[in-house]
């Protein structure tokens, strides 16, 4: 791998290779999601929990502290909402010279396979990889599915994340499923999970992350189900020892019901 590749991958995978990243992105077809209103008072108070933070770039402009040197992860992909037919009609919205300018450790692009626009979503990916491949930068792959969640099946996702992996991306992001170690075990590049829409209670979050990283998954790329919880930063913290600390699903339970009774102070 060549030194600058290398070098991005390694901010975003720390030495035991695996990660923990915010997922804080949402807002490029949601808008304002709750929890997400106001990113900057959401996003501070975790960012000395995780490895990197998945954003988009007014969000980073406009709502990080620069000089932070929090390792970043760009959404470059959209051009969709919420509102609009077909959530998987994205085009690449971020030249790769913005990334550049931003000094990212990656940039990040959704893939709609099976959509309506398949073919232009993956002609997205591939073109994205062409650029970023020239300055050393790392792809990171969503398989998304839109408003479709039922398809978030193991066969269904090993054919998005495979194809993923053989157009170029560096990263894949995906859901965890049921046979999840199948998905793993056909892709070839690091694998980290989405945790989806919040779940009714942080301990089914934190079952879901102890199961995809014990199928194999590199970490996490979590979003709602860590800064739409009451208790933020005891679920980023009990993330951080599932994904870091190797910690089963009962300890990390038991880490955050300690944290929601005595609150860390801010970092
Ligand atoms: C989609 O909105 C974004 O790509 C998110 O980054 C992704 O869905 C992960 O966030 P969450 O854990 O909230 O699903």
């Known amino acids: 791998m060549d030194w600058g590749m290398h070098n991005r991958m390694s901010r975003i995978f720390k030495e035991d290779g695996r990660t923990v990243m915010l997922a804080v992105d949402h807002g490029y077809f949601l808008g304002a999601v709750s ?27 406009n709502c990080v502290e620069a000089a932070g040197g929090i390792p970043v992860v ?25 990334a550049i300018r931003l000094n990212v450790s990656a940039v990040a692009l959704s893939i709609y396979v099976g959509s309506k626009y398949e073919h232009q979503t993956l002609t997205n990916l591939a073109k994205l990889i062409d650029q970023a491949q020239d300055y050393g930068i790392p792809v990171l792959a969503v398989t998304a599915v839109g408003k479709e969640l039922a398809k978030r099946d193991a066969h269904y996702l090993s054919l998005s994340c495979r194809i993923a992996a053989e157009l170029g991306a560096q990263i894949v992001k995906t859901y965890y499923c049921e046979d999840f170690e199948k998905v793993v075990k056909s892709c070839p590049v690091p694998l980290v999970i989405a945790g989806g829409p919040k779940l009714k209670k942080e301990e089914d979050a934190l079952e ?15 979003g709602r189900n860590i800064w739409q919880s009451r ?18 699903a009962k300890k990390a339970c038991d880490l955050f019901h300690h944290l929601q009774n005595n609150p860390k102070p801010a970092k």
């Open 74 to 98: 760009l959404r470059v992909s959209g051009g969709n909402s919420i509102l609009g037919d077909d959530l998987s009609n994205e085009g690449i919205m971020v030249s790769i010279q913005e």
């Open 208 to 222: 879901m992350a102890y199961s995809a990283l014990s199928c194999g998954a590199k970490g996490v790329d979590m």
């Open 231 to 248: 208790w933020p930063i005891a679920m980023v913290s009990a993330i951080r020892q599932i994904v870091h600390d190797k910690a089963t």
């Open 35 to 61: 929890r997400l209103e106001e990113p900057g008072k959401t996003i501070a108070p975790l960012i000395p929990y995780v490895d990197s933070l998945m954003i988009t770039r007014g969000i980073l402009r």
